[in-house]
């Protein structure tokens, strides 16, 4: 018997491991795919130039200690988002300006002022402490800013913020929950920032799932048992029983869940969650948050003066990003393909949707036939919808209401069953730095519970 079972390899199930290990607890962790890392996905690109990240890709060196100590713990370079130059605004497939990157696009001076203070609203309620009111929790993010009197091209504005922030639109999901996640992310600004005052500052040359990898030695490889889906779990009182899906069982005196709460229905919990934590958990959803990376041989788009970055109300692509590593002669555009273009992408067949990409670049940067627009060297896509064990990105959605009535349960232990994960987090949520909180928090809880209760002998 363990003292602890860890369901889920990401980063807020490698963390809860690994605390629970340094507090002198016996450590297992299952985990379904046949790699570590979870939504933190680094894949090796064929012309040895280093890295794509299909996942999570962005930190804070700053607002962000427990990545940041990882990074210098094992010795990570990183780059800084490129920033100058010209970026982009696609209001129609037909229409396009280019604009300082960092300033309010071509709007009217009418339309800059609504958009100005709508944003300036939900950034003053998204640095309040607490949690968020009822009230906002249950109406949709677009009724929220309607009533504030947000004009047509700002409630489209306000939607990419959604798309681009959850994959979702923004009658989709709730205004509480959208200023929560802003509140536990230091302020709206903050969540949408790509400076050093924001989330999306540097990246790693070598690939953010480093950190899980290397997470996963610390613990210990035969402490990790990789391609071992979980069916069941039966929590017994006094300790709890883990069957896999190939009908081996597990015991522990603890679990804790890393999966996102969306997935909790699909396995088989006895007893039941209480019917508070099942109402909440069954009604939360995931984005269609997918991302395609176009690599080539050269920063063709500098050449024009571009940083790489657009925004589009057309789609596919909702935004993009440079997300080159120079050092490694890497030059890519990572592109946002999230929300209800994303779904509609999703359905494409594969060169369907490279092919959609393609295009969109070629219009927003103005390129014609003869443009090394059309010819990268290497192409990825990754529609986290169709992860089998992830069922979308980034953070899971509360229903309409939710969030505000089911405060007291929502995340809490049940039994001897304990939850993390980067939608628990109190800071960062949706980022890497949010899962590690979440494994520390959950390791605390775990270990606090066992505290006086002597360690499970193996």
Not at 25 to 54: H, I, M, N, Q, T
Not at 252 to 273: H, V
Request: proline share 5%; hydrophobic share 40%.
């Amino acid at each position: 018997m363990y003292d602890v079972i860890v369901i889920g390899a990401g980063f807020s199930g490698l963390q809860a491991a690994y605390s629970a290990q340094q507090a002198g607890l016996s450590v297992l962790v299952l985990e379904a795919r046949d790699r570590v890392g979870g939504k933190v996905w680094s894949v090796p690109l064929a012309s040895g130039r280093g890295c794509v990240e299909l996942g999570a890709a962005w930190i804070n060196d700053t607002l962000q200690p427990r990545v940041w100590a990882y990074a210098q713990r094992f010795g990570m370079k990183v780059v800084q988002q490129r920033l100058a130059g010209q970026a982009v605004m696609e209001p129609s497939g037909e229409e396009r300006f280019v604009f300082p990157f960092g300033v309010t696009p071509e709007f009217s001076e009418e339309e800059k002022k609504s958009l100005e203070y709508v944003r300036d609203h939900i950034q003053a309620e998204s640095l309040k402490p607490g949690p968020v009111s009822a009230e906002d929790d249950s109406i949709t993010l677009e009724e929220y800013v309607r009533k504030l009197g947000a004009l047509p091209k700002v409630v489209q504005m306000i939607n990419l913020w959604a798309q681009v922030m959850h994959g979702v639109e923004a009658s989709e999901e709730s205004a509480g929950w959208f200023i929560d996640y802003c509140r536990r992310n230091r302020g709206l600004l903050a969540v949408r920032a790509d400076d050093a005052s924001g989330g999306q500052y540097l990246r790693f040359q070598d690939g953010a799932q480093t950190i899980a990898t290397r997470l996963a030695a610390l613990i210990g490889h035969p402490n990790i048992h990789l391609s071992t889906p979980v069916q069941a779990i039966h929590d017994h009182a006094s300790h709890v029983t883990v069957t896999t899906s190939n009908n081996k069982a597990y015991t522990a005196r603890k679990l804790i869940l890393s999966l996102p709460s969306t997935m909790y229905k699909e396995l088989t919990i006895t007893p039941p969650l209480p019917p508070a934590v099942r109402t909440v958990t069954d009604a939360t959803k995931l984005g269609d948050y997918n991302k395609a990376i176009i690599c080539y041989d050269t920063p063709w788009w500098r050449a024009q003066h571009f940083n790489g970055y657009f925004a589009s109300y057309a789609g596919p692509v909702i935004l993009a990003r440079d997300t080159s590593v120079d050092e490694k002669r890497h030059f890519s555009l990572t592109c946002f393909v999230n929300g209800a273009p994303g779904r509609q992408w999703s359905r494409l067949l594969p060169h369907e949707r490279r092919a959609a990409v393609l295009k969109q670049l070629a219009r927003v940067f103005g390129q014609d036939d003869t443009s090394e627009v059309w010819r990268p060297i290497e192409m990825f896509d990754q529609i986290w919808q169709h992860e089998r064990y992830s069922r979308g990105a980034l953070a899971p959605i509360t229903a309409l209401g939710h969030l505000a009535q089911y405060k007291e349960v929502y995340g809490r232990a049940v039994g001897n069953v304990h939850f993390v994960g980067t939608e628990y987090s109190a800071v960062w949520k949706g980022y890497m730095e949010g899962a590690l909180w979440s494994g520390e928090k959950g390791a605390e809880e775990v270990v606090q519970a066992l505290s006086g209760r002597g360690r499970a002998v193996l």
